[in-house]
């Protein structure tokens, strides 16, 4: 996704002012003055083909995301931390890494602001169903599960359907009752159908996630330390300490977020891309 849009000066000035007036200010001293400037963000979003598996908060070293269900999609909370390990893991990819980038000139004479929204490509785990299996013998909310099954290996099949493959789901099968099938060549093991069912016991999955890859790295200024300890204290994996005035930095236990380098007061952390 990459989407720009333009906001007028002078519209967003009367946005300003008419929230000055909610503020209790009557206005009439106000001036509006922006000089040049350009700011970047990233944003972390979950895109509406979110099939529910909550693989993300299982992965999230911070627990800033709310679960999904059947009625909601996952949620990334203001807790998150750009780590990007859920970008990574979600099995498929909706969960997006955007750069958000607001840039004003003040000498344009169109007078606008410029907004961009632009996907990061990242790097993505490993996900792959080692087996899956279903107990026929439990009662489960099985239209729930083809439902949002991502590959259509799911699927809700009648008895015929079992005979001509000469498959021992080991009851009897009713002849006009629909039952539930994974096609295991299709199956990514995302578990989304094991996440969503009502009956814990009704899917037995077992899956193999890979190890996360870095693209970015934490980058340690040790001249420009000041041996604040803020970004000790605010480190949220603990893979940073202060010892004998100098930053160590345990780069296995680094999830590569932006909590140290926004907590430095000197700019002595930051977080740069792997050449």
């Given at each position: 996704m990459n989407v720009s849009f333009i906001k007028q000066m002078k519209n967003l000035e009367r946005?300003?002012?008419?929230?000055?007036?909610?503020l209790d200010d009557d206005?009439?001293?106000?001036?509006?003055?922006?000089?040049?400037?350009?700011s970047e963000e990233e944003i972390i979003a979950v895109a509406p083909k979110c099939v529910r598996c909550n693989t993300c908060v299982g992965e999230c070293p911070v627990n800033a995301i709310v679960p999904a269900n059947i009625f909601r999609l996952a949620k990334i909370t203001d807790k998150c931390v750009k780590c990007?390990?859920?970008?990574?893991?979600?099995?498929?990819?909706?969960?997006?890494?955007?750069?958000?980038?607001?840039t004003y000139n003040a000498d344009d004479e169109n007078d606008f602001i410029e907004y961009s929204l632009n996907n990061v490509r990242s790097y993505h785990r490993i996900v792959r169903m080692k087996n899956i299996e279903i107990d026929y013998s439990q009662d489960n909310n099985w239209q729930d599960c083809a439902d949002l099954c991502p590959t259509n290996a799911f699927t809700l099949e009648f008895k015929e359907f079992f005979n001509k493959k000469g498959l021992d789901m080991g009851i009897d099968l009713d002849e006009d009752t629909l039952y539930p099938y994974i096609n295991k060549k299709l199956?990514?093991?995302?578990?989304?159908?094991?996440?969503?069912?009502k009956n814990e016991n009704a899917i037995e999955l077992d899956r193999?996630?890979?190890?996360?890859?870095?693209?970015?790295?934490?980058?340690?200024?040790?001249?420009?330390?000041?041996?604040?300890?803020?970004?000790e204290e605010n480190c949220p994996v603990g893979a940073i300490m202060l010892e004998d005035g100098k930053v160590v930095l345990d780069d296995d236990m680094c999830i590569r977020c932006v909590e140290c380098?926004?907590?430095?007061p000197v700019g002595a952390l930051k977080r740069v891309e792997i050449e």
């Open positions: 946005e300003v002012l008419l929230k000055s007036v909610e206005g009439d001293d106000f001036q509006f003055e922006l000089n040049e400037f350009s990007e390990i859920c970008v990574q893991t979600c099995p498929v990819s909706a969960i997006k890494l955007i750069k958000n980038v607001v199956c990514i093991g995302c578990s989304a159908c094991v996440e969503i069912s193999m996630i890979g190890p996360i890859v870095h693209s970015r790295k934490i980058v340690v200024n040790h001249d420009s330390c000041v041996n604040c300890f803020l970004c380098t926004n907590h430095c």
